[in-house]
């Protein structure tokens, strides 16, 4: 079992940053590859970005590689996401999430077994 927390969401302009975090709880967190999901209004959940086991090799969706960068201390059970140069459709819920079954993380919602509830980002033009 893995717990999920997220913080660090809130109401930026365009161009500049923020920082997510997800506290874990749990057993599992450094045998689990972590991800970050969003979604915005009146869509589906769409990947962001994930992170192995180890901390590399960690990979994008093509709409963040570049601005964003996740990464983990699993010696603190933490996950992060690194936002910068934030654009008015970066607006979303962000979701943090744990894969126990695949070792070098994964772009497949369905992979993840362990959800947060989520953090709103909003970026203002």
């Known amino acids: 079992q893995v717990q999920l927390l997220e913080s660090g969401g809130g109401l930026v302009q365009a161009g500049e940053s923020l920082r997510l975090s997800c506290a874990a709880s749990?057993?599992?967190?450094?045998?689990?590859?972590m991800g970050w999901f969003r979604q915005a209004p009146g869509k589906e959940r769409e990947f962001v970005a994930t992170?192995?086991?180890?901390?590399?090799?960690?990979s994008y969706a093509d709409s963040v590689r570049g601005r964003f960068t996740i990464t983990r201390d699993n010696a603190a059970n933490t996950v992060t996401l690194q936002m910068n140069s934030l654009k008015p459709e970066d607006t979303a819920v962000y979701y943090c999430?744990?894969?126990?079954?695949?070792?070098?993380?994964?772009?497949?919602?369905?992979?993840?077994?362990?959800w947060g509830q989520g953090t709103q980002v909003t970026v203002s033009s």
């Open positions: 992170i192995s086991r180890a901390g590399v090799p960690r």
């Open positions: 999430a744990a894969a126990t079954r695949t070792p070098n993380g994964s772009r497949w919602h369905g992979d993840y077994a362990y």
């Open positions: 749990g057993r599992s967190f450094s045998g689990s590859a």
